[in-house]
């Protein structure tokens, strides 16, 4: 059984729905983001000359195939996003965006349904409080894939196709995969074809002149990735395993994501999205603006562009560590560092103007709750918890430029003990759960 709260915990309405409604705007910074190649370069540049085995790869692949076949916003693109906040001060604040590998929709949709049964059974109260609606979580999911699937097949006349997921050797999360690939077939009709990058490398294709891309020559319509997005992936036969991302990247099929949508996904985008003017480039409409900057929690840059504040900020963190999350261009849980470690590794590094790999982020303090949390089937324990929302949102652009998808999906909770820095559920940090309103 997948680490799981025992019942919901309560939220706040207004937060939910402020969260809620702003997958579409949020979809849309990253869509526009990730078509501004240039400025993605430029911003990146830094942390990818600290990190040249992972983020440095990205962005090079990235600059490598936009000069081979133009920018982004000429090839559709498709995204699974989740963006995760927290409560600070009542208000939500965003953790981060998560534009590869957004995990937990199908187990999502399913804890919804054990707490709604729960609280049935057992004839719960929460002072009056609801479960808001989660059911269409994964079919919304599913349904935005087939949505981009359809399209392939009607803009190159072709009948019939597979789509691949892209997954880790090993993975230890497949029955949330396995939720979606069911409902890609029992809802669409559409077969999925799990193989890792190694795999793919020898099994698949892109014709030299089309670039249609075949595996074992059957056409793939769609590539979803559910891995890529750690150096891990990419250590096992490292050439085979970029040149897999490399052909299918080039190809005609529609990326989920795109190494543009993984790119501006990143924490250090996060960062300089929030300086001045940062989302005011890629964004005209003032009231969406306000909103989305509503989110932003205390985001500073480390490395060489440090500015007057970020140097400050930093100066800060040397005092108080513990008001301080330090973040590198990684996914997947695991990676921060936090309070006395943030003044180890900036000491370690000879200052903060050596660490371009990182940025610096103000650390939230989520209201606690009590909580029942389940691991491998058993309490583990009870006590006061926090808790992180996720809302799930795709976006497909078709290569004409029309966004035929850009909705909400659904949400997640997560939930873990207080003073548990990390978070992830894959990771063994957080608990699966859901919310009352
Ligand atoms: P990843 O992409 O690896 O999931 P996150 O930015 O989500 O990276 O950080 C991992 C976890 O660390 C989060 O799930 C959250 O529990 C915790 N965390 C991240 N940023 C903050 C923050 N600013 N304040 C408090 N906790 C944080
Ligand atoms: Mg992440
Ligand atoms: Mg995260």
Redo the contacts with the bound molecule.
């Keep these: 059984m997948a680490p799981a709260s025992l019942l919901p915990q309560t939220y706040p309405k207004t937060q939910f729905e402020k969260a809620s409604s702003l997958a579409a705007p949020m979809n849309r910074l990253l869509d526009r983001v990730a078509s501004d190649g240039d400025w993605l370069t430029k911003v990146l540049e830094g942390s990818a000359a600290s990190d040249p085995d992972f983020t440095g790869r990205l962005l090079s692949l990235h600059n490598k195939i936009r000069k081979k076949t133009g920018p982004q916003s000429s090839k559709a693109r498709l995204g699974v996003i989740r963006s995760?906040y927290?409560l600070s001060n009542s208000v939500i604040k965003q953790?981060?965006l998560?534009t590869i590998a957004s995990s937990f929709g199908g187990l999502s949709t399913r804890i919804s349904k054990m707490h709604a049964y729960l609280i049935r059974r057992f004839d719960l109260d929460f002072e009056g409080r609801r479960q808001p609606e989660n059911d269409k979580l994964i079919d919304s999911l599913a349904e935005s894939l087939f949505v981009a699937h359809e399209d392939y097949l009607s803009k190159n006349g072709i009948e019939s196709a597979v789509i691949i997921f892209v997954v880790q050797e090993g993975e230890s999360n497949t029955s949330d995969q396995n939720i979606l690939e069911a409902a890609l077939y029992s809802n669409h009709g559409v077969r999925v074809e799990r193989r890792t990058l190694q795999q793919i490398f020898s099994e698949a294709k892109a014709d030299d002149y089309s670039k249609i891309l075949t595996l074992n020559g059957e056409d793939v319509s769609v590539c979803y990735f559910r891995s890529g997005y750690a150096p891990k992936d990419y250590e096992v036969e490292t050439d085979k395993a970029w040149k897999a991302r490399e052909t299918m990247e080039e190809s005609r099929s529609v990326m989920c994501p795109t190494l543009g949508y993984q790119l501006a996904g990143t924490?250090k985008v996060q960062q300089e999205l929030e300086r001045d003017g940062g989302v005011e480039r890629f964004c005209e409409d003032e009231e969406e603006i306000r909103r989305i900057r509503e989110v932003f929690?205390g985001l500073w840059a480390l490395g060489e562009g440090m500015t007057k504040e970020d140097k400050k900020a930093a100066a800060e963190a040397m005092v108080s560590p513990e008001k301080f999350?330090m973040?590198p261009q990684?996914?997947?849980?695991g990676?921060?560092f936090y309070g006395q470690q943030i003044k180890e590794k900036m000491e370690e590094a000879g200052g903060a103007e050596n660490l371009d790999e990182f940025i610096l982020?103000?650390?939230?303090e989520p209201p606690k709750q009590d909580a029942t949390l389940l691991r491998g089937g058993r309490v583990e324990g009870r006590g006061p918890s926090i808790s992180?929302l996720g809302i799930f949102a795709c976006i497909y652009v078709s290569e004409d430029g029309e966004e035929m998808v850009n909705d909400y999906s659904g949400y997640l909770l997560r939930t873990k003990f207080d003073g548990v820095?990390?978070?992830?559920v894959a990771s063994g940090f957080a608990t699966l759960s859901s919310i009352v309103l």
Excluded: P, T
């Excluded at 990684?330 to 849980?333: D, K, L, V, W, Y």
């Excluded at 820095?421 to 992830?424: K, R």
């Design positions: 995760d927290m953790i981060e998560n924490k929690a999350v973040k990684r996914e997947g849980g990676y921060n982020m103000e650390r939230l992180e820095d990390e978070g992830g």
